[in-house]
Structure formats: structure tokens, C-alpha cells
């Protein structure tokens, strides 16, 4: 889903040695031998840990309920010994009661991922989560492969099929024909017709995906509260994470939220690539106000500067989002150009975190 994101970081990690050498230097010598020892205890380190778990947590709670769907769902299919139709036509109203209360699961899980995903894709310990539950593409694309295969109940095996997002709302929106059960006819409401997000999930992937997908987010639940967040973490997630919007921007324009019938995209059908973009840039400003103490520790000005182009950034999102579900439709052209502006103010931001972070001595990550 972000095919992009090691290119993105890369350049990230090149641009901060410059960011870092652009301070002023007539700063007070004082602030730049600030030790992270000496103002620690200005960073709230314990507030990103506590909005960390309370995600983790929502997240595990949402999965349980999928796996629970999945497993309806294939009950259903193996009842009818894996005929389709038959089991539509048996158990129509069920089916579709099933699979609508899978999706408002899936758009429930999705914000409580995407909020923390700054978090969790920005710190070493956590960031192979968000490759297994967000990021991960599928062993066609090996660089950024998932590092699991799906064990099917029937015994068969998907190779490193993709992230467990991805999986689950391509199944169950039909956008993915791979996932989807074959020779019968997705009139879920039974109005006769097959709109767009009527479909039957193959139902041995279905409950291999729901069911996988919960322990993993059951594993990384378990790992947010046992994971104590250094200033190293918070910089680095910020460092890494907010420079990160003309890849997600790439895969809005390539939507059917803005490209309609002609989308390239699978993924994005439940909710706007928009709304995971403000998503993650409130958790960025959530881990920002834990840090902001201590970069006033080396700079007052730019800390409270850096706050704000954050902010705005976010507000920038969220605006777009807003627009998007008021009925304001968005051409590519106009997607390339709003990324642009969004990943040039997300670098410059990145940039003076970097340079707070050189004057506090604290060591960053590179992602």
C-alpha cells in the first residue's frame, strides 16, 4: 500500500545532516550543550505511551470482532458446501448482515490503526507491524513484502498475499478478484443488481485474513504496553513519518476517490486515503505535544513555530477531507499539486525537528 516508503525515507535521513547544519550560530551556547539527560523530564514520553495503548487496544478490539464476522461468514459457506449461490439464495439476508458488519468493523479499525500508525511505523521496535498490518505489499514487489504467508483452512497457502488492511477491505468491497468467491452472483440486498461494494469474500481467505489479522494485532497490543517510548523514539517517528504525504497523496489520486471507475488502486474504496492522511498527522501532533517541552529546551521559538506548521499541516488534511465529503470531487491533477505543497511543508517540518533534535544530542533513527 505505500510502495514508496523506503525511497521517501532515504531521502529523509540524506536531508537531515543539512537541516541540522542550518541553525543559527549565534544561538547560546547553553542551549546547544543541553543534554537529553538534563531535560527529560520535560518531554511527556508517558502521554505517547498511553495514546499508543489506547489504539493498540481499540485496534485488537475491532480485529476480534472481524475474526468473529470471518468466522460467521465461513460457517455459512461450508454449510452450503462452498456454493456461493447456493448460499445466498438459502441465506441471503444473513449473508448480508454478516458482511455489512464487517465492513463498519473494517472502518472502525481503520482510524485506530492509522492515528497510531506515526507511532508504530516510525519506532524500529514496533515497525514491523505496520508493514504486516498497513504498509507491506505482496511478494510481487519482494523490497517491501509482508514476512508472512496466510495458512487457509482448506489447507492452501497464500505466499506473502499483502498487509492484512489491504486484505480485508479488498475482500470484502470485491476490488480484489483474488479474494473473491467465484460462480456466484454478489446481489447482496437482493434488488437484482451488483453494485460497487457488493461482494462474496472467498470465505477460506476471508477467516484466514480475520483470523490472522487479530493476532497480530493482538501481538502488537501486547508489544505497545510493553514499549517504553525514549526521546529517540518520539524525534525519530516525527522525523521519519511526517515527510512521508506525496505517497500517501500518490495513492489518493489513484482512487476511486478521485479517479472513479478508472482507479488503479484496490485499496481506499471503505475510506478516503484523505482521512488516513489527517489521521496520521493528528497522532504526528499528538507525539509532538509530548516532545514540544523539550524542544524549547534548545530552541522556544522554533519549537512553538514547529508546532504550528504541524498544526497547519494537519489542518491542510483535514480540510481536504472535509471538502471530499461535503461532494467536492478532486482530478489528479489537482491531487499531484496538493501533494506537493503537503510533502514540501511535511520536509521543512521534518527538518526542524531534526535541527532540535542535533542541539538536544539526541541520536535519530534512520527508518
Not at 482521512?275 to 514540544?292: K, N, P, W
Not at 504550528?308 to 481536504?320: G, N, R, T, V
Request: charged share 25%.
Amino acid at each position: 500500500m505505500k510502495p514508496i516508503r523506503l525511497a521517501t525515507l532515504f531521502a529523509v535521513a540524506a536531508l537531515v545532516p543539512v537541516a541540522a547544519a542550518c541553525g543559527d550560530d549565534d544561538d547560546d551556547a547553553a542551549s546547544t550543550e543541553t543534554t537529553q539527560s538534563e531535560a527529560a523530564a520535560a518531554a511527556d514520553l508517558g502521554a505517547i505511551k498511553g495514546y499508543l495503548t489506547e489504539h493498540s487496544a481499540a485496534l485488537a478490539g475491532e480485529t476480534a470482532k472481524l475474526k468473529e464476522q470471518g468466522q460467521a461468514y465461513y460457517d455459512l459457506a461450508k454449510k452450503s458446501n462452498f456454493n456461493y449461490q447456493q448460499m445466498l439464495e438459502e441465506n441471503r439476508d444473513e449473508v448480508n448482515a454478516i458482511l455489512e458488519d464487517a465492513k463498519a468493523t473494517y472502518i472502525r479499525a481503520n482510524p485506530a490503526y492509522e492515528e497510531m500508525e506515526g507511532i508504530v511505523a516510525g519506532v524500529s521496535s514496533l515497525a514491523d507491524y505496520d508493514v504486516i498490518i498497513d504498509a507491506g505489499s505482496s511478494g510481487d514487489d519482494p523490497e517491501n513484502a509482508v514476512p508472512f504467508d496466510l495458512e487457509l483452512p482448506n489447507g492452501k497457502t497464500l505466499k506473502q498475499p499483502g498487509n492484512f488492511m489491504f486484505l480485508t477491505e479488498t475482500a470484502l468491497y470485491g476490488t480484489n478478484d483474488d479474494l473473491t468467491a467465484k460462480g456466484a452472483k454478489a446481489d447482496l440486498n437482493g434488488d437484482g443488481e451488483v453494485e460497487f461494494g457488493e461482494a462474496l469474500p472467498d470465505a477460506n481467505i476471508f477467516l484466514a485474513t480475520t483470523r490472522d489479522f487479530d493476532k497480530y494485532a493482538r501481538e502488537l497490543d501486547s508489544e505497545a504496553h510493553a514499549f517504553e517510548p525514549t526521546d529517540s523514539d518520539a524525534f525519530s517517528a516525527l522525523v521519519i513519518m511526517t515527510p512521508t504525504m506525496s505517497e500517501y497523496f500518490e495513492a489518493w489520486k489513484n482512487s476511486r476517490f478521485v479517479s472513479g471507475s478508472k482507479a488503479s488502486e484496490q485499496a481506499f474504496v471503505a475510506t478516503s486515503r484523505l482521512s488516513d492522511i489527517a489521521d496520521i498527522l493528528e497522532g504526528l501532533v499528538f507525539t509532538y505535544d509530548g516532545v514540544q517541552p523539550l524542544v524549547s529546551e534548545a530552541d522556544p521559538q522554533q519549537a512553538k513555530q514547529t508546532k504550528e506548521s504541524l498544526q497547519k499541516l494537519h489542518d491542510f488534511a483535514a480540510d481536504l477531507r472535509e471538502k471530499e465529503d461535503g461532494g467536492r470531487q478532486y482530478t489528479a491533477e489537482e491531487a499531484d499539486t496538493l501533494g506537493s505543497q503537503a510533502q514540501e511543508q511535511a520536509e521543512a517540518i521534518a527538518g526542524q525537528i531534526t535541527q532540535a533534535a542535533a542541539k538536544l544530542n539526541i541520536e535519530l533513527e534512520e527508518g
